[in-house]
């Protein structure tokens, strides 16, 4: 008899006692049934974030699920009981000039998104890595926050191996701000320039009219939601980024969207400050088990020279450590944030290339040669 390790998916689940199976869905119109469970498997799971929830992937799905992507969603039950949730897409990308096929999870840049697992059923990803290589042609699958080296996720190195997916790793660090001991001591570890610099352009601001932050925070401001995703809409029509065009109908949507969802439920911080009574800056973020997580922000470009971003993020950490908000996680470790930021947490992404020849030929441009174009001193493909 085979060994349990290269036996098909469910005849090896049978084995384990767990008669685990995989699904996948790839139309957004079918999210919206799986509602009502996939919100109780994200309620007794511990170990995930807001990114993995059923409100977040259905509102980025409704809109972008059809925007050069196609729709995966993976679900893995254990009987009739749902166990895991892949949110993914398939794109296609080039990476180093090379097109591929790319399976990644359902979010932007592909820095952001996780699965949804039991707690003590890590196992589950195996189930989707496998699956995929069984019913899906790609070239590179591109995961994130998973820490190949640890225990908990040996079984899906060792499946990687088997599979024969080549498996490269690179480190994308998230900003971290910790509010546990309120606002004030967080403000007096930042560097005495930064608290300098923080209290002089609030000055400036003050000089241009009067100064005021409103909107949404959990539950304040809720009466106004409509009106401040509205604003928050306006404030990203002026922003340098778009110069007063028209925003996207996919991003307006799934912003709005994402309010509106999450807004009814005390779990939306969306502040906006506003200088002589005109608009300035916005952050938008959700809140989940005393952690914000941020989504986007911009500020209206005519008050570049304020920094009006800078200052509505000291303005927003002070409402959130008032509110037992302990945890800020700002996705990427871009320049402006390391002085705000009291920590960057690491986080790994893993890619798994398959043995096709444009997957070869990357990997070989991408990682391989790695060592070879710092020596030139050029960027890397």
Not at 123 to 130: K, M, R, Y
């Amino acid at each position: 008899m085979a060994s349990p390790a290269r036996m098909p998916v469910a005849v090896r689940q049978a084995v384990s006692g767990l008669p685990t199976t995989i699904a996948w869905i790839r139309a957004p119109a079918e999210i919206d049934p799986l509602a009502d469970e996939w919100r109780a498997l994200e309620a007794s799971v511990q170990d995930r974030t807001v990114l993995s929830t059923f409100d977040y992937n259905a509102s980025w799905y409704h809109h972008y699920g059809h925007a050069g992507v196609e729709t995966l969603i993976g679900l893995a039950r254990r009987g009739s009981s749902l166990v895991g949730v892949a949110p993914l897409v398939i794109r296609r990308r080039r990476i180093g000039k090379v097109p591929l096929t790319c399976i990644e999870f359902a979010a932007h840049e592909a820095y952001a998104g996780e699965f949804l697992v039991e707690d003590d059923s890590p196992d589950a990803l195996v189930l989707f890595v496998e699956s995929l290589a069984a019913t899906t042609r790609f070239d590179l699958i591109c995961l994130n926050g998973l820490e190949m080296g640890s225990d908990r996720f040996r079984p899906l190195r060792e499946a990687a191996a088997r599979l024969r997916l080549r498996i490269e790793l690179t480190d994308h660090p998230n900003a971290m701000v910790d509010l546990s001991r309120g606002y004030e001591q967080y403000f007096r570890s930042r560097s005495p320039h930064f608290r300098h610099a923080v209290r002089r352009y609030t000055r400036r601001i003050e000089d241009r009219g009067e100064r005021r932050v409103d909107g949404v925070l959990l539950r304040r401001g809720i009466d106004r939601l409509d009106a401040t995703v509205d604003r928050m809409i306006a404030v990203n029509e002026a922003s340098y980024k778009l110069g007063g065009r028209h925003l996207a109908d996919a991003h307006r949507g799934f912003l709005s969207e994402l309010a509106r969802r999450f807004g009814p439920r005390g779990m939306l911080a969306l502040p906006i400050l506003s200088i002589g009574g005109r608009d300035a800056a916005y952050v938008c973020g959700l809140v989940e088990r005393g952690c914000f997580y941020d989504v986007t922000l911009a500020y209206d470009d005519a008050f570049a020279q304020l920094r009006p971003g800078t200052h509505l993020i000291q303005e927003l950490l002070r409402d959130l450590a008032g509110a037992g908000v302990h945890t800020v996680i700002s996705h990427g470790a871009h320049d402006y944030k390391k002085h705000w930021a009291t920590a960057f947490l690491p986080s790994t992404r893993v890619f798994m290339f398959s043995s096709s020849l444009k997957a070869s030929a990357t990997r070989l441009l991408r990682f391989r040669l790695a060592s070879f174009w710092r020596w030139l001193g050029v960027d890397e493909p």
